[in-house]
């Protein structure tokens, strides 16, 4: 638990010269981002390791964040992934079963900057009204800030258009998994009759995503951001997955779109993407894809399917879209958001081939969408 500071321990600076004031806690220091905005209630942190969030800092509009404390089992990947935190209230001392540190020591020990005592309803107005926002955070235990440097360090933020952030969050080398999804009381077991052989691409994979697969009978290797057609079909898959990751899919896509192409061109492979795979498989069938205001960040999204006709509730986490106008003959949109009428899905006709924008492995519906992980194993299934 981190006590509350006298005086302003942490700076939050926006490009346009904006500053927030608050208590820091988590790392010292400063760092550089696009600053977004999460609605979610809970999973702070699977937020903060989720890869797709590189290059940004997190708003959480809900105030209680903290209360639960961190635990290894939580973790989507290895250590957090977001640049920081910004929040409403100091975290207060965790009180779950679960628990096995706090989340201030927790960004302390990874190096991830936090602050505390933020007015977050007015920042997240501010996002919504002119955009996500380049900022500048620091951490000074002193209260002493530069802000003239903290402005311009925000302003020098180059942003995520343009860049590719996937090659920075992929697997090193490939790898396979086996772990399914937490179950009471067992907690995570593994997978140990799969029956369809699956190459998962990274571009920055949640590891409850890669359970999701296991817990659909898949036997999953994991393949980096940069594998090739050749690299895929030496497994000898009976279907490819391409998954979640951050930064601007055209960026990504000068090498990713190749190999995607050649698995349609080549192969009747079934086909199954999510985030940023979904806007992989998007720019291979000839879509665009455009930079978003201020992105779509919760896990309380109603998404809805144009097939069935209901109603889900989602998880989401982007700040690119599918450009649905664009998307050419023989590929149907099968998903749109509620909110805005932006693109959440696509499947191509008469092809096992379909993607969605959203994060079915989040549970928030709570499994509203985990029929899309059977969907792509019964596509397997069917073509065996």
């Given at each position: 638990m981190t006590a509350t500071a006298t005086h302003p321990t942490a700076c939050l600076a926006l490009a346009d010269g904006t500053l927030f004031y608050g208590t820091g806690?988590?790392?010292?220091?400063?760092?550089?981002?696009?600053?977004?905005?999460?609605?979610?209630?809970?999973?702070?942190?699977?937020?903060?390791?989720?890869?797709?969030?590189?290059?940004?800092?997190?708003?959480?509009?809900?105030?209680?964040?903290?209360?639960?404390?961190v635990n290894p089992e939580d973790d989507e990947t290895a250590d957090p992934v977001a640049a920081g935190m910004v929040v409403k209230w100091m975290p207060t001392q965790s009180s779950n079963w679960r628990a096995a540190q706090e989340?201030?020591?927790?960004?302390?020990?990874?190096?991830?900057?936090?602050?505390?005592?933020?007015?977050?309803?007015?920042?997240?107005?501010?996002?919504r009204q002119l955009g996500a926002p380049h900022v500048?955070?620091?951490h000074n235990p002193e209260g002493r800030f530069d802000i003239e440097a903290l402005v311009a360090a925000a302003r020098a933020f180059e942003g995520l258009e343009g860049k590719d952030l996937a090659k920075d969050v992929t697997c090193a080398q490939s790898y396979r998994w086996d772990e399914m999804r937490w179950a009471w009381p067992e907690g995570y077991t593994r997978q140990t009759n799969p029956r369809h052989k699956v190459v998962a691409v990274d571009y920055g994979a949640k590891r409850n995503i890669l359970r999701c697969l296991a817990s659909?009978?898949?036997?999953?290797?994991?393949?980096?951001?940069?594998?090739?057609?050749?690299?895929v079909m030496a497994h000898k898959p009976d279907g490819v997955f391409l998954s979640n990751g951050p930064g601007d899919?055209?960026?990504?896509?000068?090498?990713?779109?190749?190999?995607?192409?050649?698995?349609?061109?080549?192969?009747?492979?079934?086909?199954?993407?999510?985030?940023?795979?979904?806007?992989?498989?998007?720019l291979a069938l000839g879509a665009r894809t455009a930079k978003m205001n201020h992105g779509h960040h919760g896990a309380n999204h109603p998404v809805k399917d144009h097939d069935t006709g209901k109603v889900e509730i989602t998880s989401m986490n982007h700040g690119f879209a599918v450009d649905s106008q664009s998307l050419p003959d023989g590929v149907l949109e099968t998903h749109v958001s509620l909110f805005d009428g932006s693109n959440c899905g696509l499947r191509v006709q008469d092809r096992p081939?379909?993607?969605?924008?959203?994060?079915?492995?989040?549970?928030?519906?709570?499994?509203?969408?985990?029929y899309l992980f059977e969907r792509f194993a019964a596509s397997m299934q069917a073509r065996a």
């Open positions: 806690f988590g790392a010292t220091g400063r760092t550089t981002a696009e600053l977004c905005f999460n609605t979610a209630m809970t999973g702070y942190q699977e937020i903060m390791t989720d890869p797709s969030y590189a290059g940004q800092i997190v708003t959480f509009t809900f105030p209680h964040i903290g209360n639960t404390g989340l201030g020591d927790w960004l302390a020990s990874r190096g991830r900057i936090a602050i505390g005592g933020v007015d977050t309803r007015r920042l997240t107005r501010a996002i500048a955070l620091e659909a009978g898949c036997d999953v290797t994991v393949l980096p951001a940069t594998a090739s057609y050749d690299d899919p055209a960026a990504t896509g000068s090498y990713a779109v190749p190999m995607i192409r050649a698995l349609l061109d080549k192969t009747d492979l079934p086909i199954f993407g999510i985030c940023l795979g979904h806007q992989m498989l998007g081939v379909f993607s969605v924008q959203h994060h079915p492995e989040a549970s928030p519906g709570p499994q509203d969408s985990f």
